[in-house]
């Protein structure tokens, strides 16, 4: 496995980009101890934080959750064993989620930063900007 930050977070947001992807590929990149912060958002109005166990159960469930999911990252900047990736998500939904359809695209502007050290996350803190989505009226 490579020890290169920056490497190390490519190859890990493809194996979450990847809805092919196994659940043992994220199991190599992610240290059993990492943590994992959502900053409050759209989609999560208080935030989330997680450990390894639930994120790769949010792994799984997002697998039947959506039909596309693209991470297409435009820099990362390095500091030591830190590194800032920003990226823009984009995800179709495969079924309902609430009051969204199936097949609503979802994008967000991500700014995330992690920790790696010995070749694998130990820290992940998401800052997720949403679009917005247009919600179909309900009713007559």
Request: charged share 25%.
């Amino acid at each position: 496995m490579t020890l290169d930050p920056i490497a190390v977070v490519e190859q890990y947001l493809a194996v979450v980009a990847d809805l092919d992807g196994s659940p043992d590929d994220l199991d190599a990149l992610v240290h059993p101890d990492a943590r994992f912060t959502e900053r409050p958002n759209v989609v999560a109005l208080s935030g989330r934080r997680r450990d390894a166990a639930c994120a790769r159960a949010t792994f799984v469930r997002n697998r039947a959750l959506l039909s596309q999911n693209r991470i297409d990252v435009h820099e990362h900047v390095v500091a030591g064993e830190r590194i800032v990736t920003r990226a823009t998500w984009t995800g179709v939904l495969a079924i309902d989620a609430g009051p969204v359809p199936a097949g609503t695209e979802m994008r967000a502007e991500c700014c995330m930063v992690f920790t790696v050290r010995d070749g694998q996350i130990r820290e992940q803190d998401n800052y997720d900007c949403y679009h917005p989505v247009e919600v179909p009226a309900v009713g007559p």
